[in-house]
């Protein structure tokens, strides 16, 4: 099981850009998703975007044309380029690793929380 860490998170103006990472301890093998999810006060987390190990990626519709996932296999580094945000989102960011398919762990909460590796999150805030 590898530990992830986020960063990259802040307080920014809407139509302002982040870029998130998300390093992992170790190199992940085999078949698997990584991706991230976000959570907002009082809501359910919800699936961003993910990416499966073959570089198939999948975005909820909210963050479509304006968020980028990818990832830098030679550091372990997952990204989420996050471009024009606006206040709904905001939230706290966490990526995730495991067994899965990436439209599935971003369409559907309880796949999203069956996989194996969680960060601890890092905090997005877009202000009006």
């Known amino acids: 099981q590898v530990q992830l860490a986020e960063s990259g998170g802040g307080s920014v103006q809407a139509g302002e850009s982040l870029r998130l990472e998300c390093a992992s301890s170790g190199s992940i093998t085999g078949r698997h998703v990584m991706g991230w999810f976000r959570q907002a006060p009082g809501k359910e987390r919800e699936g961003v975007a993910a990416?499966?190990?073959?570089?198939?990626?999948y975005y909820a519709d909210s963050v479509k044309g304006r968020f980028t996932i990818s990832k830098d296999n030679a550091k372990n580094i997952l990204y989420l380029e996050m471009n024009n945000l606006n206040p709904s989102d905001t939230g706290l960011y966490s990526c995730a690793a495991g067994i899965g398919r990436s439209e599935v762990v971003v369409e559907y909460p309880v796949a999203a929380a069956a996989l194996r590796s969680w960060g601890r999150g890092t905090q997005v805030t877009v202000s009006s």
């Open positions: 990416r499966d190990n073959d570089g198939t990626v």
